[in-house]
């Protein structure tokens, strides 16, 4: 989707005021990381504007052990030094965020650089980890699908400024994997049998689906080709170290239909998909497949370090001869797959360590053979999701015959699986990168722990026992929300963060909104207690359904049995009525009105969810005039918050349009389109996936939410207190659901007139409640 700037991207103030004139060099060293300093100018001036070209950038001679920088500003001049151009990057904004001059977000930027920069003598700022790492494989799908070079290059400068310099560069591999499997005998028929719809091609790369709403076209993998060769030339030239793609083992059901005598298992269909085919990485033709890619790969992008092979991505590797353990197991995130519905397949564990330890050594060689300085990365996401498969052991095995040097672990989830790492003994001397996922699916309930990331970032850095810890990252499956979260960790990964919590909401606000006072700072911190004091928001499971809140699941009679949302509602609610009084003195701030309308859109979405408990308890007992009440004060405040949030840079319409809009031709922009409808709703599959990348956007209230759960109560009240028949009801609307994602409907983003003024009539919608 583009990104849509906020009004206050320009700066306040003229940028002649006072320039900045170069300072002594610090170094004289010729730029590493291609462009190097040039890139790294270049970026400050993107985000900074003109002025941001007189600041004296000064790259060290040789990288260190600890990446750092240091800022020096005197007289109104400003010198950056650091060790890498992503560190200067880094230097610059932490500066000028300290100043309250700048910020920059998914939202929007707001830049205000004063007439004269404050003075400031930083010394030498140092991260404790030698890389930041950055995105998720699930990104590529829940985010990225319709962004041209526009939008990538703003996100490149996004992650220059917050300091990150190892990122997944996941677009432009189907360019190289249709050229493989042409190679490899297939059709051009069959080819568009076997990939993906565009928005789901992270799930087909990992080998969990195979022809979801195919074809691709092949516009898509073209103008992705063109795309990945722009992003990896600017990650390059900063000095970034990208993680690109490798072979884990997936092959066509087709091209398996042509081998009959490789050893190709059927794995399980994951999430209600059709089966997936996996070659043994011991057949001869792992090593051919691999090494071909590879060769692909660079002779299309350049080469590279880093190479991300994922082959057991909530599917478990075949251990029994006939693969039948690996195909007729349920596993997956334990939230949504409980312990009830795993099926246990015995396998002897001293063949399980064999097969493991070689499936790791191969999958390792097979990467090597055309890249001998590579290192195999991998996501650590499976040894939380499917723990029980992967126990200590299993995970020592897997690893055991890797150089230690030449394989790295991407622990992911630690807000979700904490003990992963230890469990695994810091990955037997494994380079490892730690972090959290925070956001699955790109849905966007309000929450994160600004508390426990202080805490938990400073104890892993003091621990003792990390072994070869290289490094942080974030890994959200989506991007666009929580943007404080983000803020907050990267910030912590560069010893940033201020001195408490509270000290940095403070410094937040006076960048983000050009100015803070004491009752602002007591509101953030009531925000902080009442929803940013989340590490994982647990409901977005619940009995199998997801969907961030209980309106935006597929609906049920059971609703009454929700355990409740994680957070304190009572603080959130103080929050935003703080939040919202403060308002007319922040009113010509945008990024203020756009976080004071999350934080009450989230207020009002609980409030929805109790309102929705109530009807369809009063339905339940016959109380039909109950029942209406309750569920005239939800549609109430469902319309009242969609029509809020046409504030925000995202809608079911920008969405919607940003997919049509990168078709062209009109069978192209009408799969886009389907594809970008299926993904925030039905997702696919007949497994647990519909709702998972639910979102609180504009459209999606009114639209889609609002009218499932009306048909829902109709038939609920209809019943009465006789036999409800649930099951046919539910069959219903999964046929509804799918008529509206075939609908051909036309949407409109409408930003309120007033979004403050909708604020306070929201509030009070909630009170009449």
């Known amino acids: 989707m583009s990104f849509r700037p906020s009004r206050r991207q320009t700066l306040k103030q003229a940028f002649a005021a006072v320039a900045l004139t170069a300072m002594p060099s610090l170094a004289s060293a010729a730029p590493r990381g291609g462009g190097g300093l040039e890139a790294a100018r270049a970026v400050l001036k993107r985000r900074f504007g003109p002025r941001a070209d007189k600041i004296n950038l000064a790259l060290a001679s040789t990288a260190s052990e600890k990446p750092w920088y240091a800022v020096r500003a005197t007289g109104g001049e400003l010198a950056i030094s650091g060790d890498t151009p992503v560190a200067l990057v880094r230097g ?145 030239d900063l000095g970034m170290t990208p993680i690109l793609p490798a072979f884990g083992g997936y092959v066509p059901k087709a091209f398996a239909a042509k081998h009959p005598k490789a050893k190709i298992y059927r794995m399980r269909p994951w999430e209600g998909f059709h089966e997936t085919y996996w070659l ?27 190479y991300l092979a994922d082959s057991f991505n909530e599917m478990l590797p075949p251990i029994n001869a006939d693969g039948a353990d690996a195909r007729d197991a349920a596993y997956g995130d334990g939230a949504a797959n409980t312990a009830a519905t795993k099926t246990k397949i015995e396998v002897d564990p001293a063949l399980k360590a064999e097969r493991l330890a070689a499936y790791g050594k ?37 690893l055991s015959r890797v150089p230690d040097d030449r394989l790295m ?76 979260v983000y803020e907050a960790t990267y910030d912590l990964a560069w010893n940033g963060g201020g001195a408490s919590t509270a000290a940095w909401l403070s410094s937040r606000s006076k960048a983000r909104y050009g100015k803070t006072s004491p009752q602002l700072d007591a509101a953030m911190a009531l925000l902080v207690q009442g929803a940013y004091s989340t590490r994982y928001w647990s409901s977005r ?53 756009l976080d004071l309308v999350d934080a009450t859109r989230q207020l009002a979405s609980l409030e929805i969810d109790v309102r929705l408990q109530a009807a369809v308890a009063a339905y339940r007992k016959g109380d039909a005039t109950a029942g209406d009440l309750a569920r005239r004060k939800v549609e109430d405040l469902a319309l009242a918050v969609d029509a809020l949030l046409g504030v925000q840079p995202e809608t079911l319409a920008t969405w919607i349009d ?112």
């Open 92 to 236: 610059a904004y932490a500066y000028l965020k300290e100043a309250g001059a700048a910020h920059v977000s998914w939202e929007g930027d707001r830049v205000a650089l004063p007439a004269r920069l404050p003075d400031a003598d930083t010394g030498r700022v140092e991260s404790p980890f030698a890389h930041r790492a950055y995105l998720n494989t699930c990104t590529y799908g829940y985010t990225t699908p319709w962004w041209g070079w526009e939008r990538w290059s703003r996100e490149i400068d996004w992650m220059a400024v917050h300091g990150v310099d190892m990122p997944l560069a996941m677009e432009g591999q189907e360019y190289v994997w249709r050229a493989l499997w042409r190679e490899f005998g297939l059709s051009e028929a069959e080819l568009a049998d076997y990939f993906s719809g565009a928005a789901f091609t992270p799930w087909h790369r990992m080998g969990n689906i195979e022809g979801y709403a195919a074809p691709l076209p092949t516009a898509w993998i073209d103008k992705k080709k063109d795309l990945q060769v722009r992003i990896l030339g600017r990650m390059r």
């Open 280 to 306: 043994d990485p011991a057949d001869p033709l792992f090593s051919k497949i691999a090494g071909r890619f590879l060769a692909l790969y660079t002779k299309t992008y350049g080469g590279g370090t880093y």
């Open 362 to 398: 191969a999958i390792y060689d097979s990467i090597r053979q055309s890249r001998p300085d590579a290192v195999w990365v991998m996501q650590g996401w499976l040894f939380g999701a499917d723990s029980h498969f992967w126990d200590p052991a299993a995970i020592s095995a897997y």
């Open 409 to 484: 672990i991407l622990d992911i989830g630690n807000d979700r699986y904490p003990a992963v790492w230890k469990n695994a003994k810091a990955f037997g001397g494994k380079p490892w990168i730690y972090g959290y996922v925070h956001n699955y699916g790109g849905s966007n309930p309000v929450y994160g722990d600004l508390d426990y990331y202080r805490t938990d970032i400073a104890a892993l850095v003091a621990n003792p026992d990390t072994g070869k810890l290289s490094g942080f990252g974030m890994f959200p499956e989506g991007l666009h929300n929580n943007s404080i």
């Open 541 to 593: 499971w619940w009995k199998s359904k997801a969907g961030a809140y209980l309106f935006f699941k597929r609906p049920t009679a059971t609703i009454g049995e929700f355990p409740g949302h994680p957070g304190d509602r009572v603080k959130l609610d103080a929050a935003v009525r703080a939040l919202a009084a403060l308002a007319p003195s922040y009113a010509n701030e945008p990024l203020f009105v």
């Open 658 to 769: 940003d997919a049509r809009a990168y078709g062209d031709t009109p069978a192209d922009k009408a799969a886009y389109v389907s594809n970008a409808k299926a993904q925030v709703t039905i997702w696919g599959g007949e497994g647990n996936l519909n709702d998972y990348a639910s979102k609180a956007w504009q459209g999606l209230y009114r639209d889609f939410y609002l009218p499932r759960w009306g048909r829902f109560l109709d038939a609920l009240k209809a019943a009465g207190t006789g036999v409800f028949d649930e099951a046919a009801v539910v069959k219903a609307s999964v046929a509804w659901e799918k008529a509206w994602v075939a609908a051909d409907v036309a949407y409109r983003r409408t930003p309120p007139a007033d979004p403050v003024a909708g604020v306070t009539a929201l509030i009070a919608r909630i009170d009449r409640a």
